[in-house]
């Protein structure tokens, strides 16, 4: 089995980066002969797409791989040769940050990735599979202390459900601007004893 695993926060120790380690590390704990594809957003950014990438999606032939679409292509057969996917990420105003969106801009494909209805409906190409997605937030943005919009969530569903995958999984780290380590340390265990981790029984079964 496998497991990709993505960060995006720049920094070291980041709220964000604990957060999917500890999510990992649970993970790893099930599936011991697992192994992790490692891609650190955060520390080694995408490029954001060029004009060749563009010129190569708004033309007819936007599924066939070519040196435009080659990091696309690279990305999306890293999602599609996973078991699950852990990613990290803090909120940036409100929503994700840019290094996360620069691979959310490759990994969303007409033609790839996405494929369409004959009414014009966008339905996703991919197989679903679990998604862990840990998010650290200096404000709160959900819950009945919620202060701040939240465009994260409700942008990665739609996002990752336009591409087949619908198994999301968030674990919100609230308020890190205010807490100490102590009380911060304790919910991200609480978070990660939340994970549901019922798919690995049936899909360690053999193929029928």
Same mark, same amino acid.
């Given at each position: 089995?496998?497991?990709?695993?993505?960060?995006?926060? %720049?920094? @070291? #120790?980041?709220?964000?980066?604990?957060?999917? &380690?500890?999510?990992?590390?649970?993970?790893?704990?099930?599936?011991?002969?697992?192994? +992790? !594809?490692?891609?650190?957003? *955060?520390?080694?950014?995408?490029?954001?797409?060029? &004009?060749?990438?563009?010129?190569?999606?708004?033309? %007819?032939?936007?599924?066939?791989?070519?040196?435009?679409?080659?990091?696309?292509?690279?990305?999306?057969?890293?999602?599609?040769?996973?078991?699950?996917? +852990? $990613?990290? #990420?803090?909120?940036?105003?409100? #929503? !994700?940050?840019?290094?996360?969106?620069?691979? $959310?801009?490759?990994?969303?494909? /007409? *033609?790839?990735?996405?494929?369409?209805?004959?009414?014009?409906?966008?339905?996703?190409?991919?197989?679903?599979?679990? !998604?862990?997605?840990?998010? &650290?937030?200096?404000? !709160?943005?959900?819950?009945?202390?919620?202060?701040? %919009?939240?465009?994260? /969530?409700?942008?990665?569903?739609? =996002?990752?459900?336009?591409?087949?995958?619908?198994?999301?999984?968030?674990?919100?780290?609230?308020? #890190?601007?205010?807490?100490?380590? @102590?009380?911060?340390? &304790? @919910?991200?265990?609480?978070? +990660?004893?939340? /994970?549901?981790? *019922?798919?690995? *029984?049936? =899909?360690?079964?053999?193929?029928?």
């Amino acid at each position: 089995m496998q497991i990709l695993h993505i960060d995006c926060s %720049p920094r @070291e #120790t980041s709220h964000s980066r604990q957060l999917s &380690a500890g999510l990992l590390a649970r993970l790893s704990t099930l599936l011991p002969h697992a192994r +992790v !594809v490692r891609r650190d957003l *955060g520390r080694d950014p995408l490029p954001h797409p060029q &004009a060749d990438y563009a010129e190569a999606l708004s033309s %007819p032939g936007a599924a066939v791989t070519t040196q435009a679409n080659d990091l696309s292509e690279q990305l999306i057969r890293e999602i599609e040769a996973a078991d699950a996917l +852990v $990613i990290g #990420t803090p909120m940036n105003n409100f #929503t !994700v940050p840019s290094a996360f969106k620069a691979w $959310i801009d490759q990994i969303l494909r /007409m *033609g790839r990735s996405i494929g369409a209805t004959a009414e014009g409906g966008k339905i996703g190409l991919l197989q679903d599979k679990p !998604v862990y997605i840990g998010i &650290a937030s200096g404000g !709160v943005f959900t819950g009945e202390k919620a202060r701040q %919009p939240d465009f994260l /969530m409700p942008y990665l569903k739609a =996002a990752f459900d336009c591409i087949g995958l619908h198994s999301l999984q968030f674990f919100p780290l609230q308020a #890190t601007a205010f807490r100490d380590h @102590e009380s911060l340390a &304790a @919910e991200r265990l609480a978070l +990660v004893e939340r /994970m549901d981790t *019922g798919w690995i *029984g049936q =899909a360690a079964l053999p193929a029928a």
